[in-house]
């Protein structure tokens, strides 16, 4: 079998890779005024600028052939057939099907069509919300419901809280949503002090119903409202649940046809477009959530159709494996120019950490070369007073995404022109940077001695060539943000097939889980803590204790 780092286009990087010792941006630019333009690409009403890279047409076109040799476009298409591409757990990839709207046939590997159970499931969606936002589902008392707690863990958390926090300005009016993911007593405990259970609709997320953290805090959250006057007999009224285990959600006191589904072939990171987006829908209303979906959908289209030089997905998950493989680069850095994004880079994190934080190729074998950069980043221009200086200035380079709207949602005053002109001068400057030269004259004018004008310019001067994305929208909509999220989910998916490893299973998380449980029994005995490692035991006596 032939490795990725056998490959010929892989040679013909490294080769390449050379050149850039002596690569300038700033000079790029000044060579060649059609640079911007040619490495630009626009789809599902996105722009993505891509022009302020390390990176020249040819190398593009290496990149490209390189994809295509290591079979990113049968891959691609396997997953989109349904295909069980998640090898270690013989499983179909298929959260692209949620949010199909065209095709009324797409079979899992066992050969069942999920189409007419997606639909199914819309269906039950858009008239449970209605339901709710028209005052037909009540509480038990008859009373409308006012507020909806949203318990999960990981991608049934995350997705629909990022979700919901940009689509803010969609919001249905009457109706507030709190999410509660960390089975911190804390966590609960402050969103049950804002609640009416009287007026409050819970809806959990767990495929299986036992997920330690969702199972623990809508147990409490139970308790609380039987205690706070709910009966017991009405807790069907309250409660809601998306899950694969229907036998378990009615044993718990909920009714059956209150039970949304959820299946193995779509991974939780991967799940805001399945029921597991029932809170999106509730807070924004279904027709925007089906606006969501649409989004994701014309993404989903751009990214099997469009070939590979102008497939936004394909190019951004190229640059991630040219920084991390060619210029060895540990991390990027996504940057959100909207306060209503601000929780993406934390999305995103997710994504691709959990799915491509990987030491082994789909075939069990140890991998040679680095995979899985560190995701981090925040909201601008919060940052700009921050960690951007370790951008502008550290002895590593750290690629970045610029994420701006064009049109604000609250458009106060030139609070947005300021907002943009950060924004764009940021990848201005990451670009460029400053050279001594331009240091000295910058100080030239302060009436500064000379050894103290030289002194101060070395600490003024900024390398530049640092790599950055911008990518713009005309307004951050539910489907510019369905795009947005498909996009990275794409991104993701590219670095993974490269790589050759799989993007769909998640065993260190799994074993995380499994010692928690046998440490939580070890907390919970009465017996002298014994049967872990001596530093857990340790720990565990303290806890016991209740002090150090």
Partial sequence: MTTLTQLSTWQQLQQQRTSYDKFSLRASFTADPGRAARMSIKAAQLKLDFSKNLLTDDTLTTLCQLAREAGLEPLRDAMFNGEAINNTEGRAVLHTALRNSQRSHIETETGSNVVPEISATLAKMKQFVADVHQGVLTGYSNKAFTDIIAIGIGGSFLGPKVATEALRPYAQAGIKLHFVANVDGTSLAEKLKRIDPETTLVVMSSKSFS??????????????????????????????????????????????????????????????????????????????????????????????????????????????????????????????????????????????????????????????????????????????????????????????????????????????????????????????????????????????????????????????????????????????????????????????????????DQWGVELGKALGNGVLAEIEAKTQPNQLDESTNLLVAALRQGHI
């Fill in 211 to 504: 997920t330690q953290e969702t199972i623990t805090n809508t147990q409490s959250a139970r308790d609380h409202f039987i205690a706070n006057g709910v009966p017991i007999e009405a807790i069907g009224d309250h409660f809601v649940a998306i899950s694969s285990n229907v036998a378990a959600a009615v044993e718990f006191g909920m009714k059956a046809e209150n039970v949304f589904p959820m299946w193995d072939w779509v991974g939780g990171r991967y799940s805001l477009w399945s029921a597991i987006g029932l809170p999106i829908a509730l807070a924004v209303g279904f027709d925007h959530f089906e606006q969501l979906l649409r989004g994701a959908e014309a993404m989903d289209k751009h990214f099997c159709e469009a070939p590979l030089e102008q497939n936004m997905p394909a190019i951004m998950g190229l640059l991630s494996l040219w920084y991390s493989n060619f210029f060895g680069t540990q991390s990027q850095v996504l940057l959100s120019y909207d306060h209503y994004l601000r929780g993406l880079p934390a999305y995103v994190q997710q994504l691709d950490m959990e799915s491509n934080g990987k030491s082994v190729d789909k075939e069990g074998n140890p991998i040679e070369y680095h995979t899985g950069p560190v995701i981090w980043g925040g909201e601008g221009t919060n940052g700009q007073h921050a960690y951007h200086q370790l951008l502008h200035q550290g002895t590593g380079i750290i690629p970045a995404d610029f994420i701006l709207p064009l049109q604000s949602h609250n458009p106060i005053a030139g609070h947005h022109n300021m907002l943009a002109a950060n924004c764009f001068g940021q990848t201005q400057a990451l670009m460029q940077g400053k050279t001594l030269a331009e240091a000295r004259a910058e100080l030239a004018g302060q009436g500064l001695a000379e050894e103290e004008l030289e002194r101060l310019a070395r600490h003024k001067v900024m390398p530049g060539n640092r790599p950055s994305n911008t990518l713009l929208m005309d307004k951050l909509t539910p489907f510019t943000l369905g795009s947005l999220i498909a996009l990275y989910e794409h991104r993701t998916f590219v670095q993974g097939a490269l790589w050759g490893i799989n993007s769909f």
